[in-house]
């Protein structure tokens, strides 16, 4: 290629997108050229660069002086253009593509129409071109026709086949193979010959035969590609034995194996046909391709038979303690031995005499059984007889089952236990060998006998859940199972106690009863449904009748017996009270009964005053008892005692006075005497206490000086030191005498009377003769009794201690009115309590029967009088409380029983079992034997009242 020359001119600048750029110089394009070997439908493409040179520039493209294509290129005067040497300019048609950058591409390269020179030309702005030319030769490949070998040729026969070459430009090469190999003439007795500079080629075989047969392939091959072609040559061959099957001797049962193969073409198919004659075979194989007559060979199998058993696995099944027998039966040839074996241990009868084994000829094979006498449950298990002969053994197994009945359940267990319920669950025992049908469940008490089930439960279940049990009660449970052959025994016992639960069911009968103005009495029934145990106690609730409140319950223990009882105290006055009860335990209360009504009394009757209730004169006093407002409740009835100032004896007109006498007159006072009159008013509400001061006239008919004013005038006698220091003390050295001689007495008696071991005294009671019913009081003693009948609290200012206490079975006998210690009718059941005091007697308790003394008596005692004891029968039918004297010394009336107690109504008796002496009473006797000698007692023995130390 020749480089283009041209002239240098000044320089100039090319602006290229915004960029200024300088050229300078010659113009200068690089060389290029097409890529080699291009064949016939090819791409290729080939790029114009121009090196160096003064621009602007213009580049044109021409083949063989023909321009492909002109366009401007960089800048304003920037051509490219395509030529070819006879001045036609490119792309000549739509394969050729000419590109702004000087690239030229010819799609689908043509033989002789893409063939020729082609050149690349750049004309420089002063028009001076330059440019640069090659030439493009386009060559093929060689292209093989097809041939093929003749049809149906047999060994021996000549065939032959040509190969020719009929497009392609040339020098070419041509050789043939076999199967993918250089085929060698020598090997296959084959000539191959050429002609046509190669283009011509013929394969020829004279003697077919079995080697020929394959895949023949004539391959050409010049500088651009290669090509070939292949066929295939079949020469039919008849079959031929590469391996003859031969005689053998086999086995019967195991497999048996013939050898043969045969060959051919086509390759022959081998079939093979069985005879019989005895123990001997006699299999032919015959192999045939179509091709001649085909192959046929007979071949002699003899077999031998090893043991053999038609069945190799059996169950049987015995039931325990009976006779068993077990056989099987092996086929084979003769002789056969036997061996048995028990989980894979040899059995040996001389050990286990249980066993016995019987062997057996048949026509075809040999028996054996194994005998076993009374079959146990180790016997279960799997046995296998195994039949020996010379060649081969066989083995059948056979699984014995020795069913019994099951095992007892185990593991019984308690869960969720509940006051009335509990689960039990207990594990799946040893079945027996046979399916558990079902489990029976049943419980006893503590006691033993069975008092729930036989409940029973599906043999694929081990859980109950046993209902309908007794809350906090102790069972003893226990299970057993079924299956076909029987029941087994019963398992451990568990036992579990159930919960307690709170009572079901409400107290029965609740009633309410006005006692007074203050306390109602509840009574009830325990509910039947119940049992004692659940129940230990009671809710007595209580509210205002129609209130909204919520009740307010009070805890009662429970008591022996169906029957039950509570007084509810501090109560409002004449107020409807809602009482309902319930029963508890720790498990908490049970639905409540259906509410009661019961309303309070209204108030204890009203003391008057003094000048409405006492008329006074010289030695009489009249009481107007129809002064006492009775507070809304009828007054039942009164008592009145009365003693001179001064005095500390109480003198008791009468316990029982009714509101219907209207009057009671104290007859037989001394005139001009000051007295104090204590009268007790009673009525269903309560009791009420008034004492009262008075003075009889004297006998000019006025009314005598206070007790006060006379002690004034003489207390200026002992205020003066000259009289009153030698008085105390002489009194003061008479006491410490007195002491010493009551110390030295009392240890004398202490000797003369001993003790018997439990602590009493073994001296005779001592019996009071002629005593007078009345003590000496200390005036400074405040009263003291419970306010109400049954009171829980004792008044301010209370004392006990020198209070007499009587026993469970004996009553109080004292009077009656008293304000110092209540009366038997306030007292309700206050703890009894023994305390110690210091006297005359070794007894710590002095017991008090009744006085029982006629009204002449007394009044011929004491000259006082006494008033008879009204008809009680006047009394209102409906009281809630009647009372009856029973000779308490100042009753006109005797006792013939010599009962010593109050006689109550029958629905107060219940709540009363024993009545006290009363506190003022106590106190007055206690006095009276404190002031009084041991010796001055016994003259007490003459009349019936009787004193009882303990």
């Avoid at 110089?25 to 070997?37: L, R």
Wanted: charged share 25%; with cysteine.
């Amino acid at each position: 290629m020749d480089l283009a020359s041209g002239h240098p001119g000044r320089p100039f600048q090319l602006l290229f997108k915004g960029n200024s750029i300088k050229f300078n110089g010659w113009t200068k394009v690089a060389s290029f050229a097409f890529k080699d070997n291009l064949h016939e439908g090819m791409l290729t493409a080939v790029t114009c660069i121009v090196d160096s040179g003064d621009g602007p520039l213009t580049t044109r493209w021409l083949k063989d002086g023909q321009i492909l294509w002109k366009k401007k290129g960089i800048g304003r005067h920037c051509y490219v253009r395509a030529r070819r040497s006879k001045g036609r300019l490119l792309p000549l048609n739509q394969r050729q593509r000419v590109y702004p950058n000087g690239t030229l591409v010819i799609e689908g390269v043509q033989p002789r129409v893409d063939d020729g020179r082609y050149s690349c030309e750049v004309t420089s702005n002063q028009g001076i071109p330059v440019s640069r030319s090659f030439r493009i030769l386009v060559r093929t490949g060689p292209k093989v026709a097809s041939f093929a070998f003749k049809d149906n040729l047999h060994e021996g026969m000549l065939t032959a086949v040509t190969c020719i070459v009929d497009s392609g430009d040339g020098p070419l090469t041509t050789r043939w193979l076999k199967d993918g190999q250089i085929l060698l003439e020598e090997e296959l007795d084959a000539t191959v010959m050429y002609a046509q500079e190669g283009r011509v080629s013929t394969l020829t075989i004279k003697e077919l035969a079995y080697k020929h047969n394959g895949n023949y392939t004539c391959v050409t091959t010049n500088d651009v590609a290669t090509g070939s072609f292949s066929a295939i040559l079949t020469v039919k061959v008849p079959p031929r034995w590469v391996l003859e099957p031969s005689d053998i001797i086999a086995i019967s049962g195991r497999p048996a194996k013939i050898s043969c193969q045969a060959d051919g073409v086509p390759h022959p198919h081998i079939r093979w046909k069985k005879a019989t004659g005895g123990d001997k075979y006699y299999p032919s194989a015959m192999a045939n391709n179509g091709v001649g007559m085909g192959l046929s060979t007979v071949v002699k199998l003899t077999v031998h038979s090893a043991p053999q058993f038609h069945f190799k696995f059996k169950v049987l099944g015995a039931r325990r303690g009976e006779r068993t027998l077990i056989d099987c039966t092996s086929f084979g040839n003769k002789p056969m031995s036997f061996i048995w074996r028990k989980q894979g241990i040899v059995i040996d009868p001389s050990i286990e005499p249980r066993y016995k084994l019987v062997d057996e000829e048949l026509v075809d094979g040999d028996r054996t059984t194994l005998i076993i006498e009374k079959a146990e449950r180790k016997d279960s298990a799997l046995f296998t007889c195994t039949a020996i002969n010379d060649y081969g053994e066989d083995s059948m197994n056979i699984q014995l089952t020795v069913q019994d009945i099951p095992d007892a359940p185990q593991n019984l267990e308690v869960h969720d236990i509940s006051s009335r319920n509990v689960r039990l669950t207990w594990n799946k025992p040893f079945d027996g060998n046979s399916p558990i049908l079902q489990y029976t469940v049943m419980w006893r008490q503590i006691n033993g006998e069975v008092v729930g089930g036989p409940i029973s439960v599906p043999g694929t279940e081990t859980t109950l859940t046993v209902r309908g049990l007794r809350p906090k009660t102790r069972y003893f449970f226990r299970v057993k199972c079924q299956n076909s052959l029987g029941e087994s025994q019963f398992g451990a016992e568990v036992a579990a106690t159930t919960l307690e639960e709170p009572p079901r069911h409400a107290p029965e009968e609740v009633r309410a009863i006005t006692l007074s103005s203050r306390a109602i009495n509840v009574t009830w029934k325990a509910p039947i449904e119940d049992s004692d145990d659940s129940i230990e106690g009671y809710y007595v609730g209580y509210k205002l009748y129609g209130s909204s409140d919520t009740f307010t319950f009070k805890p009662v223990e429970s008591i022996k017996g169906r029957t039950q009882y509570f007084i509810v105290t501090n109560l409002n006055r004449f107020t409807e009270y809602s009482v309902v009860v319930q029963a508890f335990n720790s498990r908490g209360a049970g639905p409540p009964s259906e509410e009661v009504m019961a309303r309070t009394l209204e108030f204890a009757p009203i003391a008057p005053d003094k000048r409405m209730l006492l008329t006074v004169n010289k030695t009489t006093v009249t009481v107007n008892l129809n002064s006492w407002h009775n507070g809304g409740c009828p007054i039942s009835f009164f008592v009145i005692q009365y003693k001179p100032s001064g005095h500390h004896e109480w003198t008791l007109v009468s316990n029982n006075i009714i509101p219907e006498q209207q009057t009671i007159t104290i007859t037989d006072l001394t005139p001009g005497a000051w007295y104090s009159l204590l009268m007790t008013a009673r009525n269903d509400a309560g009791s009420t206490d008034a004492e009262y001061v008075f003075a009889t006239l004297t006998l000019t008919g006025e009314y005598p000086p206070r007790p006060s004013e006379v002690s004034d005038v003489n207390g200026a006698f002992y205020r003066h030191l000259t009289i009153t220091v030698p008085v105390v003390s002489s009194t003061i050295v008479l006491v410490a005498v007195l002491c010493v001689v009551c110390i030295i007495t009392r240890r004398r008696t202490s000797s003369r009377n001993p003790r018997v071991p439990d602590g009493t005294d073994n001296r005779e009671p001592v019996k009071p003769d002629g005593m007078p019913l009345s003590v000496t009081y200390d005036s400074s003693q405040e009263p003291t009794y419970y306010p109400s009948p049954y009171a829980t609290s004792s008044a301010p200012g209370f004392s006990r201690e020198h209070c007499v206490q009587s026993s469970h079975q004996q009553q109080n006998m004292g009077t009656f009115g008293s304000g110092r210690c209540g009366y038997a009718y306030d007292i309700p059941y206050p703890q009894r309590r023994e305390e110690k005091f210091e006297g005359n007697y070794e007894s710590s308790i002095v017991y008090l029967p009744a006085y029982h003394r006629t009204g002449s008596q007394l009044r011929n005692h004491q000259e006082q009088a006494i008033y008879e004891i009204p008809d009680l029968g006047r009394r209102k039918q409906d009281s809630s409380i009647s009372w009856r004297e029973t000779g308490d010394g100042n009753s006109s009336i005797d006792s013939d029983d010599n009962e010593d107690d109050l006689i109550l109504s029958s629905k107060d008796r219940m709540y009363r079992e024993e009545a006290r002496e009363s506190e003022t009473e106590c106190d007055r006797l206690w006095k009276n034997f404190e002031c009084s000698q041991y010796e001055e007692s016994k003259r007490w023995s003459s009349d019936r009242e009787r004193v009882v130390l303990t």
